[in-house]
């Protein structure tokens, strides 16, 4: 999902523009769309007549920003810290104009960092030259930046991705590679760290935690790519670490399998221990295992997830290992190799009974893109997976990939989109291991002011812990209610209504980093 897997099929690369099964698709990868009521759903305080419950709707909202080779941000290595900041701030204000609630950014690409960590060398991607101090604190910027804005932070790590180039010699000198030569496995044009060594296992999980303990960051997110995709003609050798570690399993498979779980459970226990607001997740390839291959497969024909990356995301979900799952579900509906309508399917049945969240990775890349189906040269395609997604309630809402596809709105994609199903906000997900908690206290709205043409409300908190956000709804005179705004939290904010109408009745809540949502205060008319 970081780019080119390195993997090829029919000669092409695997990756996540690649084919899959031999026909051009992506080889990467809503509470319902009815908007259903708040989990903790705040009572009214109001007199008689006033809604027993503000629905608030529930919806993940999300883009990827991808900063591997490049591709979104920073645009280009070398960058003046003023410009790298002035792009990363573009993106946030394009999710927050397309009405979207949180960004998936990639901040560890190739066992590099995008903080000052202590175990990994800067990354190349911000100055050019892998270590070089970029002259600030990129990871707490974005992290202020985002929630500046209103916007949840997934930082977006890739576990064992070392370099994009075999040398071990164009490290950086102090790289943990270069000090631990045994650690590595070139493969495909590229180094990976060998997933099959409990040391490199422990390195990995300890190198992401220091951004988890330091950094206010909402998300810990894993794309796609765990042993690399398989290219024809060459074997990930891992032999030596089979031996040594392989004992008592009935194949090489089983044990890859194994060790990528190892990474996925002690990696979540991790994160929950440290900071249990968190929200761990995975987006995973799209295809777990076919039914041809495994009856719990789906009735899809392309490569398997499960024997190709040994990842048993299906596994993961049953198990409870992950607060949410997003798999990469890049191809149109009807295709009949990987069928988004039988796969959006399938993924729901999977999660059910979970308590997992399932959001669908969207491609937004294959809009209007030359060489894809014809589906995806009408401006409908991604508005009909969402509407596709309202028939399965247990899908909870989407990220797309990337977000210069988003901006880029080929064929008015996204515009139709956002006009069919994003026309109001929408909060985010509560996980359900969180949603009995304490919510956060409610504001008191300390002012409100009204002109003709619009209304003017300011609120603030009393609480020690300050909201993450508001959420401002309004009642109509005809008793017509919705969520009217979510505002960036802090200690006092302020909203503007420019429809104000005669008779409008405002709310206002609080929302806490895990979503949950206070009471609401008093009516103000």
């Known amino acids: 999902m970081a780019g080119p897997s390195g993997g090829r099929v029919n000669g092409r690369p695997l990756s996540r523009r690649a084919v899959l099964g031999g026909l ?12 259903a009521p708040d989990t903790g759903a705040a009572r009214s305080h109001g007199g008689p007549g006033e809604a027993a419950v503000l629905s608030s709707p529930r919806q993940m909202r999300g883009m990827w920003i991808a900063s591997v080779d490049n591709t979104n941000w920073p645009s280009r290595t070398g960058l003046p810290v003023a410009q790298q900041k002035s792009e990363f701030t573009s993106w946030l204000d ?25 175990h990994e060398p800067w990354s190349q991607y911000l100055t050019g030259v892998q270590g070089r101090d970029p002259g600030y604190d990129p990871l707490a910027f ?5 929630h500046e804005r ?37 493969y495909a044009g590229g180094l990976y760290y060998n997933p099959g060594l409990p040391e490199v296992r422990a390195f990995v999980q300890d190198a992401i935690m220091d951004a988890v303990t330091r950094y206010d960051i909402d998300g810990v997110h894993f794309d796609d790519y765990f042993y690399p995709y398989p290219v024809d003609g060459q074997e990930f050798d891992d032999a030596d670490a089979y031996a040594r570690h392989g004992k008592g399993f009935a194949d090489r498979a089983a044990w890859r399998r194994h060790n990528v779980d190892l990474l996925i459970h002690e990696m979540g226990r991790r994160v929950h221990e440290e900071k249990p607001e968190a929200q761990w997740g995975i987006s995973p390839f799209g295809i777990w295992r076919n039914a041809a291959t495994d009856p719990l497969g789906s009735a899809t024909s392309g490569s398997q997830s499960y024997d190709d990356q ?13 607060d ?17 309508a039988v796969l959006a399917s399938w993924w729901a049945k999977a999660v059910a009974g979970t308590g997992t969240q399932l959001w669908i990775g969207q491609s937004v890349y294959n809009a209007g893109a030359a060489g894809q189906p014809a589906a995806w040269q009408d401006p409908a395609e991604l508005s009909r997976h969402l509407t596709l997604n309202g028939d399965h ?3 909870g809402g989407d990220v797309y990939y990337n977000s210069g596809d988003v901006r880029a709105d080929r064929l008015g994609a996204i515009t139709r989109l956002k006009a069919d199903h994003y026309a109001r906000p929408a909060l985010g997900p509560v996980l359900p291991r969180l949603a ?40 109509d005179a005809d008793h017509t209610g919705h969520l009217l705004a979510v505002v960036p939290g802090g200690r006092r904010a302020r909203f503007t209504d420019p429809a104000w109408k005669p008779g409008s009745r405002y709310r206002v809540t609080a929302v806490d980093a895990a979503n949950r949502q206070s009471r609401p205060t008093l009516w103000v008319s």
Request: hydrophobic share 45%; aromatic share 12%; glycine share 6%.
């Open 24 to 35: 051009a698709a992506a080889a990467l990868a809503p509470l319902a769309r009815g908007q």
């Open 94 to 118: 394009l999710a927050v104009s397309s009405r979207l609630n949180a960004v998936f950014v990639q901040v560890r690409p190739t066992a590099d960092a995008f903080w000052p960590s202590p």
């Open 142 to 146: 974005m992290v202020e930046a985002a």
């Open 150 to 186: 209103g916007l949840a932070f997934h930082a977006w790590f890739n576990p064992y991705r070392v370099s994009r180039q075999p040398d071990p010699a164009q490290l950086v000198p102090d790289h943990p590679l270069r000090r631990n030569p045994g650690w590595g496995v070139a």
């Open 310 to 322: 040994h990842a048993d995301s299906r596994g993961w979900v049953r198990k409870g290992w992950l």
């Open 324 to 340: 949410y799952v997003v798999p990469q579900l890049y191809w149109n509906i009807g295709l009949p190799v990987a069928d988004y």
């Open 393 to 395: 309630p247990g899908i």
């Open 436 to 475: 009995a908690g304490a919510p956060p206290r409610p504001p008191v709205v300390t002012g409100a002011r009204r002109t003709s043409r619009s209304a003017e409300l300011t609120f603030a908190s009393e609480s020690r812990a300050v909201p993450r956000l508001y959420a401002v709804y309004r009642h």
